[in-house]
């Protein structure tokens, strides 16, 4: 069975300038996940899909951030513009049952 | 609101000792999961355990044992005999037992198994 996927791994990018992430999830898996981690921290959730529904999205800032499922499989996370505090690493992941999430490797975010 | 608290941010030891970390927990949800993830240094979070709060027996798999206790909010974790492969940021977490549940990350502890 194949892993999350994500890509990139890793982006530097300046401030003020968009960035957009690319995650596919386990095949069957429709509950897909995009979390934040920042250096030394846990991961802190940014928004949660239902297949193509966003059902949890409390946590994304919504000025800056967006994202979409198409087609309930694929998600895009986007950032525009970022902003310094944005770097991180952003790590997507799928639910299999009970909660049990398997994560991607993420992609490590430098805005300079 | 629910919080997980993992005290030791970093622990060392040497190859072959036995190391215990630990996890406290809150939530105000009668029924919930617990977890934990493994982080090495490649960066991939590595899914460990799941436990439900209505099963409070230990689990052992191989070297790692896990030890949940809910009079005192806490699920721990040992490693015996840990070996230098061992050294990664480990992470406790909680959901609320509902389908898709986030997870709540504690800190993490870096533990480095020296040889």
């Known amino acids: 069975e194949a892993g999350v996927v994500q890509s990139p791994r890793y982006k530097i990018i300046e401030k003020k300038q968009p960035v957009a992430f690319w995650c596919n999830p386990i095949?069957?898996?429709?509950?897909l996940y995009w979390y934040r981690q920042n250096l030394g921290q846990g991961p802190e959730l940014l928004i949660r899909?239902?297949?193509?529904?966003?059902?949890?999205d409390s946590q994304l800032p919504k000025d800056r951030f967006s994202a979409e499922r198409l087609k309930g499989v694929d998600s895009t996370l986007k950032i525009q513009p970022a902003e310094l505090g944005d770097s991180a690493v952003y790590l997507c992941?799928?639910?299999?049952?009970?909660?049990?999430?398997?994560f991607g490797p993420g992609t490590r975010l430098t805005v300079l | 609101a629910q919080k997980v608290t993992q005290a030791q941010t970093e622990i060392s030891v040497v190859e072959k000792e036995d190391v215990t970390l630990d996890c406290v927990y809150e939530?105000?949800?009668?029924?919930?999961?617990l977890f934990w993830y493994k982080q090495p240094p490649s960066g991939e979070l590595v899914f460990l355990i799941r436990?439900?709060?209505?099963?409070?027996q230990n689990e052992i798999s191989g070297r790692y044992s896990w030890n949940f206790q809910k009079s005192t909010s806490s699920f721990n974790f040992t490693i015996t005999a840990s070996q230098v492969v061992d050294s990664a940021v480990y992470f406790c977490?909680?959901?609320?037992?509902?389908?898709?549940?986030?997870?709540?990350f504690g800190q993490g502890t870096e533990l480095s198994v020296k040889p």
């Open positions: 977490a909680l959901s609320e037992a509902g389908w898709g549940g986030k997870l709540i």
């Open positions: 939530t105000r949800d009668t029924t919930y999961y």
């Open positions: 095949s069957g898996h429709n509950t």
């Open positions: 899909y239902e297949n193509e529904e966003a059902v949890d």
């Open positions: 992941a799928s639910n299999r049952e009970y909660n049990e999430q398997f």
């Open positions: 436990r439900n709060s209505f099963d409070e």
